[in-house]
């Protein structure tokens, strides 16, 4: 199914009503959490919690988690190659917790310097935030080793942006070694406005709402409110099924696209933006050689992949 299907067959407020329509956008919606969560190799899909995308999933764990566990005592560690993201976010946490905040610099190749980063890691650590790869230089980062350095030294949450990591190779976040991971759907070949934050069960339990109103409650009475269970505890308000669905859909061409894009992250600095120079339709991975221009601010060419045309299938 893809997203003009769900405005023709299931155009409904998941979750809320008993009526026919409502109950298959409930189940759609249901479906593209397990597919999504499938590709990403969680196996817990309550631990996939949909938002607008990377943005909303960092502030997510900066504003929920961040705010009920951070003191002035504190640091929080981010490095010099994060989006603002994946910077931002936690500046503005760390000033209003009073908490300190600390970048690690990169070398002179455009990684992690991890020398540096042991330098900053101590029991003061509480987040360390890293990306998985970076969208202006194209590095892929070692998370094993940042994992290592993290539990070694710390007893922070390692929360990866992974924007530039889902769409283009195999991510398992089950056995990533992170807390946290967000990502977002329209680069990885599904629409705007949707994206996901996954996390532990534990942390997201022991987590307090990020925001608070309709379906992420249980119980409400005049003085107080308990929390529904995962994935609801973290989606308050009228969900945005139909993206959901999308996003179901275009993470199942992006798997077809996959190896193609895998290559393409390895020569990803060269190759970015000679299609669009070009005028060239054609996926990036498919490109001559000589087509590749020069290195840009940008990781990953646009690629323009569309959904295979006859497929009528829901899935
Ligand atoms: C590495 C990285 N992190 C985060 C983001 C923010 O993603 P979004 O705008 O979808 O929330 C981007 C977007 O370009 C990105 O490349």
């Known amino acids: 199914m893809h997203c003009a299907i769900f405005y023709e067959t299931a155009n409904a407020n998941p979750h809320r009503g008993a009526y026919a329509l409502s109950v298959r956008a409930t189940e759609c919606y249901h479906q593209s959490r397990v597919r999504v969560a499938q590709f990403l190799g969680v196996r817990d899909s309550d631990c996939l919690i949909f938002t607008r995308g990377t943005t909303e999933g960092l502030n997510l764990v900066a504003g929920a988690w961040g705010m009920a566990n951070l003191s002035s005592d504190d640091e929080i560690v981010v490095t010099a190659m994060d989006h603002h993201a994946n910077f931002v976010p936690w500046q503005v946490l760390a000033m209003r917790r009073g908490a300190k905040f600390r970048v690690c610099e990169l070398t002179p190749d455009g990684k ?19 990306s998985h790869v970076s969208n202006a230089l194209g590095t892929i980062n070692p998370i094993a080793e ?135 339709r054609r996926p990036p991975h498919l490109w001559a050689a000589g087509q590749r221009a020069e290195r840009s601010s940008e990781l990953h060419p646009r690629r323009r992949a569309s959904p295979r045309s006859g497929d009528n299938s829901r899935w």
């Open 112 to 130: 992690i310097d991890l020398d540096f980063l042991s330098s900053l890691l101590n029991k003061r650590t509480k987040i360390v935030a890293v």
């Open 146 to 280: 940042v994992a290592r350095l993290v539990r070694e030294k710390t007893d922070a949450i390692l929360v990866c942006d992974g924007a530039q990591s889902a769409p283009h190779f195999p991510v398992s976040f089950d056995s990533l070694g992170v807390d946290f991971y967000a990502f977002s759907g329209h680069k990885m070949l599904g629409p705007m406005g949707i994206g996901g934050l996954i996390g532990k069960r534990e942390m997201l339990e022991e987590m307090p709402p990020y925001q608070t109103g309709g379906d992420m409650i249980e119980f409400v009475h005049d003085d107080r409110t308990t929390w529904n269970v995962l994935p609801h505890k973290f989606e308050a308000g009228t969900p945005n099924a139909a993206n959901a669905v999308g996003l179901a859909a275009g993470r199942r061409v992006s798997r077809q696209d996959r190896h193609g894009s895998c290559a393409l992250s390895r020569k990803s600095a060269d190759v970015r933006g000679a299609g669009a120079a070009l005028g060239d």
